[in-house]
C-alpha cells in the first residue's frame, strides 16, 4: 500500500515514532499528521503513552515536552 492508497496527501508532514524511544514494549507504533497539526500528533502520541506504556496522566506536560523534541518532519 503506499500513500496515495492510504488518502495521504503530498506535502509535509510530521512523525513520531515510539520504536525510536526506549520502551520494555517493544512498541513500534507511528503516528503522524500534517505539518499545521502538531498539537494533535503531540495530544496522539501522550494518550498512547499514558494509555499503553504506563505513564502517570501527571507526567503529560513532560511527555509532551520530551515527545516534541522526537518530531521528525517528512515530506511526502
Given at each position: 500500500?503506499?500513500?496515495?492508497?492510504?488518502?495521504?496527501s503530498h506535502g509535509e508532514?510530521?512523525?513520531?515514532?515510539?520504536?525510536?524511544?526506549?520502551?520494555?514494549?517493544?512498541?513500534?507504533?507511528?503516528?503522524?499528521?500534517?505539518?499545521?497539526?502538531?498539537?494533535?500528533?503531540?495530544?496522539?502520541?501522550?494518550?498512547?503513552?499514558?494509555?499503553?506504556?504506563?505513564?502517570?496522566?501527571?507526567?503529560?506536560?513532560?511527555?509532551?515536552?520530551?515527545?516534541?523534541?522526537?518530531?521528525?518532519?517528512?515530506?511526502l
Open positions: 500500500m503506499n500513500t496515495t492508497q492510504l488518502g495521504v508532514w510530521l512523525e513520531v515514532n515510539c520504536g525510536k524511544m526506549p520502551s520494555e514494549k517493544n512498541c513500534k507504533l507511528v503516528i503522524m499528521a500534517p505539518s499545521g497539526q502538531e498539537d494533535d500528533l503531540l495530544d496522539a502520541a501522550v494518550a498512547h503513552a499514558i494509555k499503553t506504556h504506563g505513564h502517570k496522566e501527571s507526567e503529560s506536560e513532560a511527555l509532551r515536552k520530551g515527545t516534541r523534541e522526537q518530531v521528525e518532519t517528512l515530506t
